[in-house]
């Protein structure tokens, strides 16, 4: 079956960057749409970014478009996350989500949308 695993947390500085990977295994990753979810202290899981299966289409979070960028790597079937000027408010388990998107090229931000789920990675982010 799908998994996905995450690496690259781990305690950065504000003002510092995080790069965070998701290494993809047991799928024909151009069929999957991705995404990054985050899960602060005390909050509710939200949408960091996401991306449709072909890439061309992607979507990021008010609070971090300016910040972080989403790209992936067909080469290497992983999903990666650049995390540039980071901000205590970073502060999270990030988790690695895949959707299987055949037909489309859609990049929905709803967590019930994705079926594969990594098991996340904590950055926790000092002020």
């Known amino acids: 079956q799908v998994q996905l695993v995450e690496s690259g947390g781990g305690l950065g500085q504000a003002g510092g960057s995080l790069t965070l990977s998701c290494k993809a295994s047991?799928?024909?990753?151009?069929?999957?749409?991705m995404a990054w979810f985050r899960q602060g202290p005390g909050k509710e899981r939200e949408i960091v970014a996401a991306?449709?299966?072909?890439?061309?289409?992607?979507h990021s979070a008010d609070s971090v478009k300016d910040r972080f960028t989403l790209s992936r790597d067909s080469t290497e079937n992983t999903l990666y996350l650049q995390m540039n000027n980071l901000k205590p408010e970073d502060t999270a388990v990030y988790y690695c989500?895949?959707?299987?998107?055949?037909?489309?090229?859609?990049?929905?931000?709803?967590?019930?949308?994705?079926?594969?789920w990594g098991q996340g990675t904590q950055v926790t982010v000092s002020s």
């Open positions: 989500a895949a959707r299987f998107d055949p037909l489309g090229d859609s990049v929905p931000l709803e967590d019930y949308n994705y079926r594969y």
């Open positions: 047991d799928l024909i990753f151009s069929l999957y749409g």
């Open positions: 991306i449709s299966r072909s890439g061309l289409n992607s």
